[in-house]
């Protein structure tokens, strides 16, 4: 698993994780999150503008509060999920 400099930054900024703590937090969510294809509604919705705004990354993955966006195996950046958008992704974990 490689986390980009990019990646580190804003993992750094949005949660406050060390460089260890990124690649460790990348593999579990690369391993645990929620995949693209597991979605649906309006948070399907959002994760396909995600694709489309980022045509390199061809895997995201939702893992707590951020969306996690891959190229490969490298992790390109790591996003908020909006908070209207939690409901439903708290909802898709329930099941």
Known sequence: MNVSKHAEERLKERCGFNKKTCER???KAFDEGIAHNQTKGRLN???T???FRNKSANNIRL???K???FCG???VT???IPVDLMKD?????KK
């Open 25 to 27: 937090m990348a593999q």
């Open 78 to 80: 790591v996003m908020q």
């Open 49 to 51: 503008s995600l694709y």
């Open 63 to 65: 893992y707590g509060d």
């Open 89 to 93: 992704l708290k909802s898709m974990i």
């Open 67 to 69: 969306a996690y966006i």
């Open 73 to 75: 195996e490298t992790l």
């Open 45 to 47: 919705k959002w994760v």
